[in-house]
């Protein structure tokens, strides 16, 4: 998938560049080659190695008093997001960020607790090219430039792959029936 992504010159300071997808409910098992085990994020990533990780959907949450998106992992290469029938397989070889959760960006917004969010039943993903570095200057410093995206156009791009597991594949098979994926 080849992306292009323009930013207005009229927006001076972006959150994420990047792709958000509604998952289904069942997509719970996440496993990534990338910075982990726990969130990081650009200007956030030293303390996190290099390596294969697993988890789930809900494990990935971090529960802050105040609803904010959270779970970025960074640098990673590989991202697979397992359900009961199917997989999902995402990779790079430049590299993405990505965060997982049973809440949207809108959720988080409209919440003032972290008790108000209700989970949805789909899983949302997203993948972004960049993310901007923490701190926004309402109770410490800001952002430093470095870490902050700009207006201008972002290009990146990564393999997406649907995988069928093998029994459900099998059973089709013997019942003659066909997969037309899209």
Known sequence: ??????VDEKITDVPRVGITMALAKKMEKVSWFGRGPHENYSDRKAGARFGKYESTVDDMFTPYILPQENGNRCDVTNLEIQGEKSALKFSSEKGFNFSIAKFSAH?????????ELKKRDETIL??????????????GPDTLDTYKLAAGTYQFDFSFEV???????????RKKQCIVLS
Not at 107 to 115: E, G, L, V
Not at 126 to 139: E, M, P
């Open 163 to 173: 995988i069928i597991i093998k029994d459900i594949f099998s059973q089709l098979l």
């Open 107 to 115: 959720d988080y917004y409209n919440s003032r607790h972290t008790s």
């Open 126 to 139: 997203n993948i972004d090219y960049q993310q901007r570095g923490l701190g926004t200057n309402s109770c």
């Open 1 to 6: 998938m080849d992306n292009t992504i323009q």
